[in-house]
């Protein structure tokens, strides 16, 4: 008897705690409107039915208060994976009565979803339900949401036709087909991009159901899945019986991610990253003072070590910030960002974060360029010699992007292999400003003001301020005259030359200007004149269903027609406009037509160069004429796009790298520039770290970023989640951070 007990005993403890019941998942849709007389009138009930043999476990019951509103739904729960009765509970004369609307018990498999609805039929209000299986959780993916579809009654779910439309989508094709699918008892279909708004018509055998299965400005979440229940009714308003059919909005079926969440957690991260730089800023700033001090009392403060000082105060650190701003941020793009559709790149016209970081960078590598090559030119080297090592670099830049180009997860199909690419842009764009500065800028000794006052300016503070991919980066030992002169191996000249200093800048760069102007014209009447097989001349858009479909086969216009002519196949595949539009033609964002206006980018940066160079010793006069260049350049760019992210005669564009593309991201840059000046060198609240490290090895960061982008703690399996995605992209940025910070403390500065 004892053994029989214990046994027992064993069978009963391993039954409860083997393992977890396998679960189904209901929602109920109320829309029972009756004067309730206790809690519980009336009530659905489900009443779990086992088998007899299972005498360990005890049957599940649900009871749901069915509330007196027009409409609600509860949330989904989970429930049992077995076999239900349905009834409903009301209390009639104070007894409580039970209906049997339901045919059969509903049989539940485990992760299957019903959704029950619940309504009141007839002037009797007679209650009556209706079970709709919708099969398992559906996954919708990132940036995703499915919605199902269930009827009350019966259909041919054949016959349903779901058409939607893409408000991110401007002037493109209406009434997209959707797909719908049947599944059980309802019908699906997906939206495919959540990060917008959507219209939404529901038809059945091609005809309008109601006006309320049209749904304007859809806003649904990330990675939800939604119900709509399409439901019948009777109207007895116009003294006959009329059946109608209704829809009613979407319903959370599986909630949507938190899609600021992890934007708010980075912001707090960042925020705390900054506490801790501020904290080794000030530690790092009275480390020096202290070791000063200390080694000038026991006399072995050398000689050395002033210059070292000297050396560290006259560069300009504002250059190394932004530049190492732009290049962290690339980096962090390229991880992914999260991937939240406004830090990656704009689908076609319009500007994101991602949009403005390359303009950046090749705003500073213009800035170097005169940086460079007035460095070079005060050490006397021959301006044949810069030239070799510009084109020779110009060559290296070109043949490293291709290799880059060659990093693809399983191998690159040569057949396919992208020529154009980011540092091939930056080669050839530096080449053009290099050979510009070369020709036609002499050396800059000394400086005016705006109103004509002449400045000392010590050869020693030019010191390549943190010149692009750290080409000399030592101080001259032999300091030069400071004087006004243009040209070099001449004798000094002791005249100072009168007038404005914007009048004598433009006097000496107009070759320049010339050549810039000539450049930009070049691609403003090739991209609105030339004729474009198929397509109208001038067009601009990104073909597929953008412009009512009208156009499928001309994205980029002139751009587009340029590259797939002279490269081939060997160019980008995956534009930014390929999910948005559904284009089938590939467009490269760094083609032969968009370099040209690149150009201008790089030129902007040279501009900024002569301000820094020209005003060294007047730094307010620095930050007013980049706060002026700011507002004129962001002025041109408004009146080209006539204040309209998307319009204009000429819309902002980066992948065509349009002409106000160039000037509002100009804009930016100077602005952001002039303000890192005023905060760093200006009035020294800010040592610019941690990305001034960065700015020195740039370069290095960005292909190294690449070649091991696969390898943790860059990369790793991962949900497919902002949460997760965004994690992963912070830590990859973080460590190249470090690395650069690591290089700079060891002095390992790496240059082509």
């Keep these: 008897m004892t053994r029989m007990l ?101 049989d539940l498999k485990p992760n299957e979803n019903v959704a029950i609805i619940v309504d009141e039929f007839g002037p009797n209000s007679v209650l009556r339900g209706t079970v709709c299986k919708t099969g398992t959780t559906p996954v919708p993916g990132l940036d995703k949401a499915i919605v199902i579809l269930c009827p009350d009654t019966k259909f041919d779910l054949d016959q349903f036709s779901v058409t939607g439309s893409n408000l991110g989508c401007l002037g493109c094709k209406t009434e997209n087909d959707l797909k719908p699918e049947k599944v059980e008892d309802s019908v699906q279909f997906l939206i495919d991009d959540t990060n917008y708004a959507w219209d939404v018509e529901i038809r059945y055998n091609d005809k ?23 439901k019948e009714s009777e109207d007895s308003s116009s003294g006959s019986k009329k059946i109608e059919y209704k829809c009613f909005p979407p319903q959370k079926t599986k909630d949507p991610s938190d899609f600021w969440k992890p934007i708010w957690l980075t912001f707090v991260i960042l925020i705390v990253i900054i506490l801790i730089f501020v904290i080794l800023m000030v530690i790092n700033k009275r480390y020096p003072m202290l070791r000063e001090e200390a080694l ?76 460079s090559v007035q460095s070079q030119l005060k050490r006397n080297v021959a301006k044949t010699v810069i030239l070799k090592k510009v ?98 191996n001449s004798e000094v000249e002791t005249t100072t030359i009168r007038g404005g200093f914007l009048k004598n800048l433009l006097i000496h760069t107009w070759p320049q200007w010339f050549i810039i102007i000539l450049f930009t014209t070049l691609w403003s009447v090739i991209t609105f004149v030339l004729p474009v097989p198929g397509c109208p001349t001038g067009y601009v858009g990104p073909g597929g269903i953008a412009d009512g479909g009208l156009y499928s086969n001309c994205t980029g216009g002139a751009a587009g027609y340029i590259d797939r002519l002279i490269f081939g196949s060997h160019m980008y595949q995956h534009p930014t406009c390929k999910l948005m539009y559904k284009t089938t033609l590939a467009h490269d964002p760094e083609g032969i037509l968009g370099s040209l206006t690149a150009v201008l980018t790089v030129y902007s940066g040279v501009v900024a160069g002569h301000m820094v160079v020209m005003l ?52 930016s840059a100077y602005f952001l520039l002039g303000l890192m000046y005023l905060l760093i060198d ?61 290089l700079d403390c060891k002095k390992k500065y790496f240059k082509i």
């Design 391 to 488: 084109t020779i670099r110009f060559i290296k830049l070109f043949l490293i992007g291709v290799f880059l180009n060659t990093s693809i997860p399983g191998g690159v199909d040569l057949t396919q292999l992208r020529i154009p690419g980011v540092l091939q842009r930056i080669g050839f764009t530096y080449f053009v400003c290099s050979v510009l500065e070369i020709l036609f800028i002499p050396r800059l000794t000394a400086v005016e003001n705006f109103g004509g006052e002449r400045l000392k300016v010590d050869d020693n503070e030019y010191n390549e301020c943190g010149k692009f991919l750290n080409d000399d980066p030592d101080i001259p030992d032999k300091k030069i005259s400071n004087s006004w002169k243009y040209g070099q």
């Design 616 to 667: 060294k010793s007047s730094r307010g006069s620095t930050i007013g004429a980049l706060s002026a260049l700011s507002v004129v350049t962001l002025a041109i760019g408004l009146i080209l796009c006539k204040g309209s992210i998307s319009g204009g005669w000429v819309p902002i564009n980066k992948n065509l790298w349009s002409i106000s593309f160039v000037m509002i991201t100009s804009a």
């Design 6 to 106: 214990l046994l027992f005993g064993i069978c009963v403890f391993l039954r409860v705690t083997s393992g977890a019941q396998d679960v189904a998942y209901i929602q109920i849709f109320d829309f029972v409107n009756q004067t309730k007389t206790s809690p519980m009138d009336p009530a659905l009930v489900l009443t779990e039915v086992k088998e007899p043999s299972d005498i360990f476990s005890r049957p599940q019951k649900l009871v749901h208060d069915l509330f007196v509103i027009e409409y609600m739904d509860t949330a989904r729960k989970p429930i049992n994976a077995s076999r239900y009765d349905i009834t409903f509970q009301k209390l009639v004369g104070g007894e409580i009565s039970y209906q049997h609307p339901f045919d059969e018990p509903l």
């Design 682 to 742: 200006f009035l020294h609240l800010w040592c610019g770290a941690p990305f001034n490290s960065a700015g020195k090895n740039p370069l290095f960061l960005y292909v190294g970023s690449y070649i091991v982008y696969s390898y943790f703690p860059f990369n790793w399996q991962t949900s497919d989640t902002h949460a997760a995605l965004m994690l992963q992209s912070l830590v990859g940025t973080v460590c190249w951070l470090l690395v650069g910070l690591y």
């Design 208 to 230: 309008e159901i109601d006006e309320s299965c049209n749904f304007k400005s859809l806003k649904l979440g990330d990675s939800g899945v939604y119900t709509i229940i399409i």
């Design 296 to 371: 000038k009392k026991i006399g072995k403060w050398s000689p050395e070590d002033e210059k070292e000082k000297e050396r560290k105060a006259a560069r300009l650190q504002s250059l190394d910030t932004f530049r190492g701003l732009a290049i962290t941020v690339m980096i962090f793009v390229n991880f992914g960002g999260g991937n939240y559709y406004f830090l990656e790149h704009a689908s076609w016209n319009g500007l994101s974060l991602a949009d403005f970081v390359f303009p950046w960078f090749m705003f500073m590598v213009g800035c170097s360029i005169v940086l």
